[in-house]
């Protein structure tokens, strides 16, 4: 991976010992070198976001700036998010209210959706839908879903569910990467107007 890049693996799941958690420690060992930064939903005790200021000098104004602070600096995003009931976990649409254009604009993110049985596809249809109106984030053409997570990548020699995923997560962080190297350079320019447009169109 290009040193220069850093890729965020945002852990959308906010269960303790989540596999969504374990998933993303494991891309980035295999896929991203260890270089990865992490912002995880579980730990990062993001308040419920109701449009008041936060008391000044407060946790959850503390907890809120370190967020944001780590999604600014990121230049993309990988989302491994859990399909809860069909849907997108709660944290998730919380972090995307917290966090808008100024950390998130024009930022490349590759979606992984992830799913205990056969599912995961719910949470890539609703984000596709949705969360990137007034963030502006670049939701790939390519996503994965990675089902039957308990058994994914934990040590069964010869899995072939295992190999094929492996390969297919390699093409898609490729795909990031490369989408990331071109954005890079032209975020400001990507980003001048949107003092003057802060809203998108609906």
């Not at 969504?20 to 295999?30: E, L, T, V």
């Not at 896929?31 to 730990?43: C, H, M, S, V």
């Not at 990137?132 to 790939?140: D, E, G, Q, T, V």
Request: aromatic content about 8%; glycine content about 6%; hydrophobic content about 45%.
């Amino acid at each position: 991976m290009n040193s220069d890049l850093n890729i965020c693996l945002l852990v959308a799941s906010h269960r303790a010992n989540s596999q969504s958690r374990r998933i993303a420690d494991y891309m980035n060992q295999h896929f991203l070198a260890g270089k990865a930064t992490l912002i995880d939903l579980y730990q990062s005790k993001l308040p419920l976001w109701d449009g008041e200021p936060l008391a000044a000098g407060s946790t959850e104004e503390q907890d809120v700036a370190e967020v944001k602070a780590r999604a600014a600096a990121a230049d993309a995003f990988v989302f491994i998010v859990p399909e809860w009931h069909g849907m997108v976990p709660a944290g998730l649409k919380n972090f995307l209210l917290w966090c808008g254009m100024k950390e998130l604009a024009h930022k490349p993110v590759l979606l992984v959706g992830v799913s205990a049985s056969a599912g995961g596809a719910f949470v890539i249809a609703e984000l596709r839908h949705s969360g990137y109106k007034n963030s502006r984030l670049l939701y790939l053409p390519e996503h994965l879903l990675l089902r039957d997570a308990n058994d994914l990548w934990v040590g069964q020699e010869g899995r072939m569910s295992d190999v094929y995923l492996e390969k297919r997560t390699r093409y898609a962080f490729n795909q990031l990467i490369t989408y990331t190297e071109a954005l890079k350079p032209v975020r400001d320019r990507l980003c001048a107007g949107l003092a003057d447009f802060s809203n998108g169109m609906s």
